[in-house]
């Protein structure tokens, strides 16, 4: 055993030197610390993964036998592990470290976990927990002055790169062991006020908001609730722990307060606030397939008691004014709530000034920031659907195609759809194949009925996402036998092939014999890749030899224009 015992410890130990020796070599390390003021170091974490003849030490938990069951039980018990094993590995780690503590390799807290195979079975540990209190210190300075000249008194954006830490710190309970929920929440909200001129930028301030809200509430705050049986290829499982119920009753008192002020500031002092701004967060800015990870996050606080998810699953978030999501007149009556991107709308008399403020309605929100993937549950007498096969027989569909009988509204209509369109979005009440971005029923009504939306269906193509959407090929058709091939029809018709799919087929070859349209679809094609050319032509005319084969066979202007398209084709 004791031979035994020695191969393991060599092979430990060696590996932690190894991965020591490693990173002192790296040249960037001053470089790289020097980015911001919020990072005091490279590396706060690493595991020991023990498998003999292939054990491992990385910054990152590679999982790679995790979820497995393994068949070979380990050498040693649990209690050899934890009394004799650990404390020799803690003795070589702290050794690195007290060389290496104050360089830049060291962040001001170093964790070491370790995992191992026993005889009771696979043992996971933390080993080490190191603080280096100059470190901290120094860090916590910093914070406060970056939010102090950055945030507080500043008027500038601010950089991605120094939010990925803060956001982080600030949930940080090594660092802030008292959680300042109101403080934090401010600090959020100054980053996403900073940034709003950049939207690139915004989006990925935004998301390091929430990946760090979420970090914190899957790792400190639900598991003081709930069991959690996680996975890599699955979400999460939740389960109430007996008698889990939230610790305060503060929502009460802000339901009891008569001042809006302070019951909106009492309302966002405790933890589970940060839960409910996590979900907002996630439903407001998030991609349509992360929306149900919100929604989780409400229901779990609804569970333990908070009054406040309940209200926010039933009447919304509270972001918006209660006149921007509640209208009701003698036409209509329209409700909004963000959690579950809906739009109720109860149409009380069919006439246009009814579709008219559900319009208004609908594009208000949009432009406040209301998620773009939303459906609507309408309520009308009127059955309608627009004249294109393959669409979802939706109540969002019917709204659209019921408001696009009154062609006064049209205007209201591209404005609607100019604001909804998105790419990566989808109506909430669409899938698979008839998947559409919103703004698809405006877009392709208003491009059936007049020219003067042609642009619009430019406009619409540009941003569809034609790996997770097909309707475009039913609006294609649809289009060419309502509108034709005409000169003014080109330009949105080229757009519009540019995101099509290999199974759409347009008899359109009789239109193109006419020189003039020909020429006008070569002028079009101009300036377009190789393979873009090839699938707005592939609908038109099948694979490139059948096109050789009409050139060589055609005369003249045709055959000069014919010539052209293969040749813009790269062919």
Sequence with gaps: MSTLYDQAMEEMMTT??????????????????????????IFNDILLDYRPGRTTV?????????????????????????????????????????????????????????KFPT???????????YINEEKKQQLLERIHTYIDQKLENGAYPTKPLESFFLTRHLLDPKLFPELD?????????????????????????????????????????????????????????????PGATLEWDVESQADQSSDKKQKAQVAGTQPIDLLLYAAVMILRFEPNYSKAEGQTYLELAKQLGSRRAALMMTEGSGTYAKEDIHVKTEEVECKANDVFALMTIHIRKEEPGAYQQALTFITHLLKQGFPKSYKIKLKSSVKQYLPIKGLAKSDTHRFFANALKYPGLYPLLEEYAREAIQEFEFYEDTEGEKNGMPGSYATFGLGLVDERYFPLIEYYMGEVDDEHQLIQ????????????????????????????????????????????????????????????????????????E?????????????????LKLLQAAGK
């Design 473 to 544: 090929d039913k609006f294609i058709a649809a289009f060419v036998e309502q509108q034709g091939v005409t000169a003014q029809s080109i330009p949105a018709l080229v757009a519009s092939l540019r995101r099509s799919t290999d199974s759409l087929k347009l008899k359109i070859q009789p239109e193109l014999e006419n020189d003039e349209i020909l020429e006008r679809l070569v002028r079009q094609i101009q300036g377009l890749e190789h393979y873009e050319v090839e699938r707005v032509l592939y609908p038109i005319f099948g694979k490139v």
């Design 58 to 114: 990385d910054s990152v938990d590679l999982g790679l036998d995790d979820g497995l069951k393994s068949k070979q039980a380990g050498a040693f018990t649990e209690e050899q592990v934890r009394n004799e094993i650990g404390p020799r590995l803690v003795e070589v780690v702290q050794g690195r470290l007290d060389k290496l503590a104050d360089s830049p390799l060291i962040d001001y807290r170093f964790t070491f976990r370790g």
């Design 181 to 241: 929920v109101a403080w934090i929440l401010r600090q959020y909200d100054r980053i996403q006020e900073l940034n709003q001129g950049r939207p690139e930028a915004l989006v990925e301030h935004r998301g390091d908001i929430t990946r760090a809200l979420k970090a914190w509430a899957e790792s400190q705050f639900l598991p003081q609730y709930y069991d959690v049986q996680s996975s890599a290829y699955r979400t999460n499982e939740y389960s109430l722990k």
């Design 546 to 562: 059948k096109l050789t084969t009409l050139a060589r066979k055609a005369e003249g202007r045709r055959k000069e224009l014919l």
């Design 16 to 41: 932690i030197h190894e991965w020591f020796d490693e990173q002192e070599q790296r040249d960037d390390l001053e470089s790289v610390v020097k980015r911001t003021t919020l990072q005091m170091g």
């Design 119 to 129: 005889t009771e079975g696979k043992l996971q540990l933390t080993l080490l927990e």
